[in-house]
């Protein structure tokens, strides 16, 4: 007997079989792709939309989206929040839809976060050649536009045949449920062929359940793990953004409670502690707190959990300054956990932290280091208590006094969105993180325009849970589309905008490496070209009401502090909108480096001024090997 066959299109069978996929980890099933976004044109509205109306809300429910990166950043925002356990497709036409794909997902590469890219492509049948928006290649004629999704994408496919859908689905699904290869998967699908019939194996649409594993680690890579805890002295632990995905923040505690080992965390890997923790020392690196820097300068072994050493986390490879310092890291993915020549446990975070724990029963660092980092993190607490303090009601308030007064009004379980700009620093250095989703920061690509759609993104996977998406006017002015999203869908995110002109983070970097702030302000141009008349005359406030939010604005702290307090208790997306002076004597600074090459021949003096500076970081960076 011949097995059972459905016949429908390429696009009705691509549907049906996203809607009966599923992951598990520790006896939970979640569907596995909730949901899709899509904004339609000629290369998908015939194909996917039509689809996708015939599935139905319930089969598979539809986003609208108003740009195609910000799709793919809603996405990301959901699987984050939701541990990459559960994720969302994105489709788009051909052309500049398809293009527009390629920021999103190169963030969700860089993060390691999953989302299914679902661009349109030209004719497989190239009876239609050239389509409108079609790429004619000169030497190449398979090459489509979508070909620059390939080195942003984990895993990319072109369906010419309906056929050919099937092993590429299921391949589509393992990478992105595979802990150690997510990221962005791409099936480009031509237009053609979206549309086309087949007689496809119900086994197909069968309900299959995806595995996310958690590896326990190799008994020799274990006990070589324990002599070197065990032989340190000033040992330090980063927590990584796999510390979260892998849901392993009790099991960070318990090691920490046992054995007093001090935690410090990366921007992905921030609130793997809570901030009152006795052994969190906050953010590490160039943007992170003295008291975390000032041990890791002098830590014998570093012990990495689930992070990526960027060049943030290592201060650009001067901050782990003690001769002889060695590395031992814990994470699923064997290319991470090789960094920085160390010694690997390649293994889940949760699996590995909790057989470190028990394997190291008994051992516990000298009460005098013990006393040592306590009195770092309680000197940077006053530094956090200065920064926050807002004493004069009618001033107008700073950024870090911004986010103190946010400080006093969240939850435990309010999530606060950021990715670029001047705010993840303070965030980093600043912010005391009360629950493990509470610190959502998007720091692997810092892509300005990620905050309104990540939000939007978290709301969808954590119904009720207060979002607070946190945007300088550098980055709103980018990627403000998905408001109209967030009212449409009655989302209510509160989005914080902060108007200070111009481009505050860069406009600092700038000066320090010789720039002297060229073209960083918004402002009239002066007679002689420069961007240094008076601030543009733009009302950005009136641009959020525009697009359909509640608009709040504050002008003064007692006027921001009851802003934010209205916005929390809003139930519709909510703008809270103030203009912040500049930074106090008591916003903390970077207390370890960043390598950002300066002109190394200049005219000007503040060019060659710079370059001595840098000169003088040059001799302290390191290969650890």
């Not at 899709?36 to 809300?57: D, R």
């Not at 239609?128 to 390939?150: G, I, K």
């Not at 009302?539 to 209205?566: I, K, Y």
């Amino acid at each position: 007997m011949s097995p059972a066959t459905r016949r429908l299109t390429v696009a009705q069978a691509l549907v049906r079989f996203l809607s009966a996929q599923y992951t598990e980890r520790d006896g939970v099933r979640r569907r596995l792709i909730a949901g899709t976004w899509g904004i339609f044109g000629h290369g998908n509205v015939a194909g996917l939309g039509q689809a996708l109306l015939e599935a139905g809300e319930d089969a598979m429910p539809f986003h609208q989206g108003r740009n195609e990166q910000a799709m793919v950043h809603a996405a990301v925002g959901y699987a984050r929040h939701l541990d990459r356990l559960s994720a969302m497709a994105v489709t788009t036409s051909i052309g500049p839809g398809a293009t527009n794909l390629v920021t999103g997902a190169a963030l969700a590469t860089v993060n390691r976060l999953p989302v299914l890219l679902l661009p349109g492509d030209s004719f497989a049948t190239r009876t239609a050649d050239p389509l409108l928006q079609q790429l004619e290649h000169p030497v190449a004629a398979d090459v489509s536009v979508n070909d620059t999704l390939r080195p942003v994408s984990r895993s990319f496919d072109r369906i010419t045949r309906p056929e050919a859908l099937v092993p590429s689905a299921l391949r589509a699904m393992r990478v992105l449920t595979d802990p150690a290869e997510t990221g962005a998967v791409t099936l480009a699908l031509p237009q053609d062929v979206q549309t086309e019939a087949y007689d496809w194996p119900e086994a197909f649409f069968a309900d299959r359940v995806w595995t996310v594993r958690r590896p326990a680690p190799d008994p020799a890579e274990l006990a070589a793990a324990v002599r070197a805890v065990t032989g340190a002295e000033r040992p330090l632990l980063i927590a990584g953004g796999g510390v979260h995905h892998s849901g392993a923040e009790d099991a960070l505690r318990a090691l920490a409670d046992a054995t007093g080992i001090p935690v410090a965390s990366t921007q992905a890997g921030k609130g793997s502690l809570r901030h009152d923790h006795p052994a969190d020392l906050g953010g590490i690196g160039h943007t992170g707190t003295a008291a975390a820097n000032d041990l890791a300068r002098t830590a014998d072994l570093v012990i990495g959990v689930g992070t990526r050493y960027t060049d943030f986390t290592t201060a650009s490879a001067t901050l782990f300054a003690r001769p002889g310092v060695r590395f031992l890291n814990l994470n699923i993915a064997p290319s991470d956990a090789h960094k920085m020549s160390a010694r690997t446990v390649v293994a889940d975070a949760r699996a590995g932290l909790t057989a470190l724990t028990e394997a190291l029963a008994g051992h516990r660092v000298d009460p005098v280091y013990e006393a040592e980092y306590r009195a770092g993190r309680e000197r940077w607490e006053r530094v956090v208590a200065a920064a926050y303090r807002a004493g004069d009601e009618a001033a107008v308030p700073t950024q870090t006094q911004v986010l103190g007064l946010l400080d006093e009004t969240v939850g435990d379980d309010d999530v606060v969105v950021n990715a670029a700009g001047s705010l993840p620093g303070d965030l980093h250095k600043l912010w005391r993180a009360r629950s493990r989703r509470q610190y959502h920061l998007e720091y692997g690509y810092s892509c300005m325009g990620y905050e309104i759609p990540g939000g939007i993104g978290v709301q969808l996977a954590a119904p009720g849970t207060p979002v607070w998406s946190l945007v300088g006017d550098g980055t709103y002015l980018m990627m403000p589309t998905e408001i109209v999203t967030a009212v449409q869908e009655n989302l209510p995110v509160n989005l914080v905008l902060l108007q200070n002109h111009g481009y505050a983070s860069i406009s600092g970097l700038s000066e320090q490496v010789g720039g002297e702030r060229f073209a960083t302000a918004y402002r009239y141009r002066t007679p002689d070209g420069a961007f240094g008349g008076a601030p543009l005359p733009v009302d950005l406030a009136a641009n959020a009401a525009s697009l359909g939010m509640e608009v709040l604005r504050a002008r003064t702290v007692g006027e921001l502090r009851r802003a934010l307090r209205a916005a929390r208790a809003s139930d519709r997306p909510t703008c809270v909108y103030v203009e912040t002076a500049p930074p106090g004597a008591d916003a903390p600074g970077a207390h370890a480096w960043w390598d950002v090459p300066v002109a190394e021949v200049a005219s000007r003096e503040a060019a060659v001024t710079a370059r001595q500076t840098y000169e003088s970081h040059t001799p302290d960076i390191r290969r650890h090997l």
